[in-house]
């Protein structure tokens, strides 16, 4: 009877599991991803004290929110561009805004998000707006003059025209000249769309510091889809814009007023470069929060 | 009693009990087989011959029986540490796959398996004369019966449970078995047998319509139907107390397949409406089999040596795939002997090599070499002065686990994970581009795997089964 207690001993221990060997793999250098993630950044931006003067270098965060249908379900969708807008004042209350668009993201939906290529992005570049100021001082107010923008589109009168609805309208235009009509959004890895869109911004805001205005955005597009490379990819969400988490953020950048200087390279000017090292520095990004679109949902 | 088992038989067929995977090959169809490790498939005549060797029960006279099983086990499953960098990353629109973060389940191994607990009916009649006996034998679980679960072996398992479990152990074996049979005995010394499994495949057809993302509705199609395996096999007396046997089993598996046709509100209009997705999964397969089993016997004692050629090479995964596996032949050897008061105690040990090669590629299936020890006591009783009527035996064995441990290797050079990739591979594209800068995205670029079983694994313990059979010979 020891004998087979020994056995079954010897065997119960010779079995017990080892340690799972180590592996070959080592490790890896982590690259943290910076593409389409809700990224968080803090302002580091000091606040300048003292009164408004409009004239220099600004840097702008343009986000708009729009809660997509689909499958029945709503889901916020934000999408944000950050870029350079050059402030020329007349006489001190109303200015040109020359704006240069650095980069422009979209929050994923499902997974999936509209990405802008570097050449489309530059189609729209520069775009000028014109802006009032009611005072210089901290809660004046800021009002933008309707902005109408225009992709992969000619219009005489981008207010009022009609957005195309054939393939064959003339005023069609391969603007981001990559030989499809239109602008191509690429929708993730999934497929490519060309469309030509119309949008009309409206911004009203406060003056919150010398060197940060703030307000809210109401924007809506027209858009016609004229192709794709996956016919999913033709079916358009029903989407609602959503004001209420819409806004533009202006922060000045030149280093006046207390502002922070990003002319890195002390060549007199700053460019998209040096705004894109710094913008997570610069504003503090939302994250998308479908909960935003808890009241359309009910509906 | 013909026509019970006739019964029995018809209503088993009628409800599509299904037959796959083998807990009668694991540990032996009786219990003389389990206490005896696997030895002596030649020996027993009773309804348990059905698996164990057909033409033996020729030999043998009419009996019933019935019996119980539970199985227990600590067959444990331990995962490497996973080296740092290789998750797949967040790229947001152009990830393409959830990044790893949002596994749902943590990646973990196992301490233990699933077990079988199951129940032994069944019996044998003489038809016309005693050279000729047909049986019937139905091996049914108590505990997950109809047990059906499929796994990946792969990365998508990273996406379910993101473990790893054993391929030939665990759930697989808990399956019903029904089969049927008969013998003949040709010669005073010859016997040929053959019996049949039943098996039930099914082809299950579903229509969904899916208005909205928190409603599906599902209209189902599915039939299934029955189909046998054979097993067939010669017994020999060439001397007295000498048996000789040779068993054939067929390869068996149970399959589900089907389409589905899904309809997605939104999709209208697009050739996506509707959708078809195929499905094809593989449940308990288990191989071919040739058994070569002998015996000798005295009054008192008795020895028997089985050799079992299994083609495992043409076993296939859930998934239907060819999982590469190697034939093998698992050699087995029992003795018994009386030791009066009709007492009979058996005991044997068998070993059974494990036919799965060393998963350093793409593939986790676990399995390990296995040392059997079987022990079993059997007790005679006599009803109404006859000799040798009823008996009661009682069995366990314990299968120990050789431990296994699995390093991954280094690919060279990894490729993007697609069918046919054999080494571990990159979930995530290197010439993932990013399309405003058309340049590669730098958090795509290297390995990245979520395969739970990278960068390895280890596994062993044991497994093991007891139970007790009754018999009556009438």
Redesign the interface.
Known sequence: MRGWAAVFACLAVACSVPAPPAGRFADQDVVVAGNGSDATADSGTKEGTGSLHVDGTWAFLNVTSDCEFVLGKAFEVLSYSVGLDKFQSTDGYAFKQVLTTCTMKETPLLGQASIYSQDMIDSLNPHTVYALVNGHEAGAVYIQAPDPSLWGLVMKDPFTDPIPTKKTDSRIRDTDHDGHPGVTIHVGNLCDVYLVQRSVTRSKGTVESAISIRASNIAHADVFRIGATKDICMSQNVDVPMPAYSYLVLKRVDGHDGSPDLDDNRDGRIDCAEIMAHWQDIFTMPRKDDKHCKDISAH | MKALIYKVFLLLVLFGIAAHADPLERFGANAAQVSMAGAGSVLETDYTALYACPSSMAFGRRSIGAGFMASFNRA??????R????DP????????E?PYASRLHPRH?INSTDNVTGLYLGGTVNVYTKRVKVGLMVFAPVSNLGALHTKFNNELEQFFSNSLDWELLGSRLSNTQVMAGVAVRALDWLALGASVRVMMSSNVDTSAY??????NYFVLKGNASSHAAAIASITVRPLPGWMMAVIFRDKEYTIVQGTSEIQ????Q????YPMYQKMKMVIGYSPRQVVFSTSYKRNKWGVALDVAWQQWSIYMDNNGDRAGFHNTFSPSMGAYVDVGMGFRLSGGFRYIPTPVPDQTGRTNYVDNNA?V?GLGLKKWFKLKGDHRRVCVSAFAQ?Q????R??????PSPYQTCKPGVKGICDEVPDD?K?????KR???A???QTGNPG?????????YGVAGLQVGWRY
């Open positions: 444990q499953i331990r995962l490497s540490p080296p740092s960098g290789y990353p967040d790229l947001g629109g152009l990830s393409p959830v191994g899916s208005p909205n993302l928190n409603t997605v509100n939104g999709l209009g697009t050739k996506d040392f020890l314990f120990f686990l050789q431990p441990s699995v390093e991954k290797k280094i993932l990013d399309p405003q800068t058309g995205l730098p958090a670029q290297g390995l990278f960068p390895g694994f280890s596994s062993g313990g044991w």
